[in-house]
């Protein structure tokens, strides 16, 4: 029996804590939790992040909590405004079509990297991820299903085993999140199910050209599905979306 995926498995597979020029400590823990609160879409785009609610929220000083959003900051998900704090970063119009336009250009061929040296243990554990993405739809958990969604993307990445290829897409779909936060247009989630069955259909034969032509289409795919008109980011305040840690 495949053992569920946990969000702590997939931020170790996924790598995304990694950008995080942080010791081990409170800071990096912080930055953990803000992060994964983002990329589940807890937390919008435009929010702000107020040093003091923050640091009651989870117990800690302000400084702990500078050092946190300085790290997200850097990562591109929190933009720091003079004069009035860090906010939860707001993608441009232009940004959006850019992030997708860079990867339409380099997922594809990561994906082909993928294909041509994926072992069975790899492919159990993306199978074991669609199941809990599944999962997560089924119980209606939109920010989970999400979040899976994207670290699907990164898993490929490090299956191909190409550390700047891996560390570019990291970064895309960090900012994607946001990204389809404030710019998605349909009621289902970000990457249909479809699309990364038919990339384990791929995977499985071993098919790299298959891989890579999947890959194109779902990337522009999703990117077909922004709406990518100027809009305001409304969502619950900082303290009801950490309110529970």
């Known amino acids: 029996m495949t053992k569920p995926v946990t969000t702590a498995d997939l931020d170790q597979r996924s790598k995304l804590h990694e950008v995080f020029a942080l010791p081990q400590g409170r800071a ?29 929220i989870y117990g800690v000083s302000r400084t702990v909590v500078r050092a946190a959003l300085q790290a997200l900051a850097h990562s591109g998900l929190v933009a720091m405004e003079k004069n009035r704090g860090a906010f939860v ?4 119009i232009r940004e959006a079509h850019e992030v997708f336009q860079a990867r339409a ?12 040296v994926i072992t069975d243990r790899q492919l159990a554990q993306l199978h074991a991820h669609l199941d809990a993405e599944h ?25 191909a085993d190409h550390r700047v290829f891996a560390g570019m897409i990291r970064s895309l779909i960090s900012r994607s999140s946001l990204i389809i936060a404030l710019y998605w247009k349909r009621s289902d989630t970000a990457c249909e199910s479809h699309s990364h069955h038919a990339l384990m259909n791929a995977f499985e ?41």
């Open 135 to 159: 999962a997560a739809l089924h119980a209606g958990d939109m920010g989970k299903a999400l979040f899976l969604s994207g670290s699907f993307h990164t898993e490929i990445a490090d299956i």
């Open 205 to 245: 034969k071993r098919d790299c050209a298959a891989a890579e032509k999947i890959q194109k289409s779902h990337i522009v795919d999703l990117h077909s599905g922004l709406d990518l008109r100027e809009k305001s980011a409304l969502g619950r305040s900082l303290g009801e979306a950490l309110g529970n840690g």
């Open 89 to 92: 970063a707001k993608p441009s």
């Open 105 to 116: 250009l380099i997922e594809p061929a990561v994906a082909r990297l993928a294909a041509d």
């Open 28 to 56: 990096l823990e912080i930055c953990l939790k803000l992060q994964t609160a983002i990329l589940q879409h807890k937390l919008t785009p435009g929010l702000k992040l107020s040093e003091d609610e923050v640091g009651e």
